[in-house]
């Protein structure tokens, strides 16, 4: 893969890694359009308190993977049972943004998430080790350990290309496939993608709920600068949420590290490739900065993929509208279980 001329600057790096919107009903195919649904009330308001049921059991566990230990939990479910496992945006942002996700465990279903290599408490790889192949072979080590055949995979932005690489790569131990605003399966599609979140910061400095000049990264915490830009990601930019990292850290240089390494891609043809069985559903909110294409591509790719949408959600959908966004993924996979 040819490498990338420039690296995109970090204000875009929390829009590629927090790309993840929001969806209501959901449309199979053969449906060629993307499906809006009436938002539930209040849905576009301050998330309410959404969690897994308190009684089920959570662990914690260091997995080694290659050159590297990956800091993993999981909630619910049973050892060798389904297990669903969540691939957070970045890179360069902790998993923490993305433990609301949990509340998807249940008795039946173990829901899985980790600290990508490098970020969190996950340890450094080698600065050659970082790429897309890495990644989604951490993910392999994952769902070896869990035992199971199959594992259903939810990839939220960046964490959405890592879930297209593992079906690419490991099609036969895929269950199902969540795209939660994932990041474009071709890097011209992302470039197009970058240049409208760069339309909608401009546009909210001008408002006044973005700084112009973003926070220096403090050594190698970023989280500051991520922070100034989170508003872009959410259609109502004052949104309790837009001010809260969710105890997430920004992990400066691993973005135009691990970007470097992945260099060009074009995902499409793998994702057409696999087989006509495989189940995914693709979100996609209407005030996602980055725009709906990417979502269409996707779901254009794979035959059987149903489509969902939020009118009036930005990128983080658990937080800015949960209840519909907990009531189409939960249905989709309690779809899945009881095949």
Same mark, same amino acid.
């Given at each position: 893969m040819r490498r990338p001329a420039r690296l995109a600057p970090l204000a875009v790096l929390f829009a590629a890694l927090a790309a993840g919107t929001a969806l209501v009903a959901c449309s199979p195919r053969p449906s060629s359009s993307v499906a809006a649904a009436g938002v539930a009330p209040g849905g576009t308001g301050p998330a309410p308190a959404v969690s897994a049921p308190a009684a089920l059991k959570s662990t914690e566990w260091s997995q080694p993977a290659g050159d590297v230990q990956l800091a993993a939990h999981a909630r619910g479910g049973r050892a060798g049972g389904p297990a669903l #496992?969540? #691939?957070?945006?970045g890179p360069g942002l902790s998993h923490e943004y993305t433990t609301p996700l949990d509340a998807l465990a249940t008795e039946e279903l173990r829901v899985i998430g980790f600290d990508q290599r490098g970020?969190?408490?996950?340890?450094? =790889? =080698? #600065?050659?080790?970082?790429?897309?192949? &890495?990644? !989604?072979?951490?993910?392999?080590?994952?769902?070896?350990? &869990?035992?199971?055949?199959? !594992?259903?995979l939810l990839g939220h932005a960046w964490g959405g290309l890592v879930a297209m690489g593992y079906a690419a790569k490991y099609p036969a131990h895929v269950a199902s496939l969540v795209f939660v605003d994932s990041i474009a399966p071709t890097r011209t599609l992302w470039r197009a993608a970058q240049e409208r979140f760069a339309a909608r910061q401009k546009q909210l400095v001008a408002e006044g709920l973005v700084p112009a000049i973003l926070p220096a990264p403090n050594g190698p915490d970023c989280a500051a600068r991520a922070l100034a830009v989170l508003p872009v990601q959410f259609a109502d930019p004052r949104h309790p949420a837009a001010k809260d990292l969710g105890g997430s850290r920004c992990h400066t240089g691993i973005f135009e590290v691990t970007m470097f390494a992945v260099?060009?891609?074009d995902l499409l043809p793998s994702l057409r490739a696999l087989p006509s069985g495989a189940d995914a559903l693709v979100v996609q909110g209407v005030a996602d900065p980055f725009g709906v294409e990417p979502a269409e591509a996707i779901a254009a790719a794979l035959p059987r993929a149903s489509k969902a949408i939020l009118p009036a959600c930005g990128s983080l959908p658990w937080q800015e509208c949960p209840a519909p966004f907990f009531a189409a993924v939960r249905a989709f996979l309690d779809a899945r279980l009881t095949r």
């Open positions: #496992i969540v #691939i957070h945006g970020v969190g408490r996950s340890s450094p =790889p =080698p #600065i050659s080790a970082n790429g897309l192949e &890495q990644h !989604v072979d951490d993910v392999e080590v994952l769902r070896r350990g &869990q035992g199971v055949e199959r !594992v259903h260099g060009d891609w």
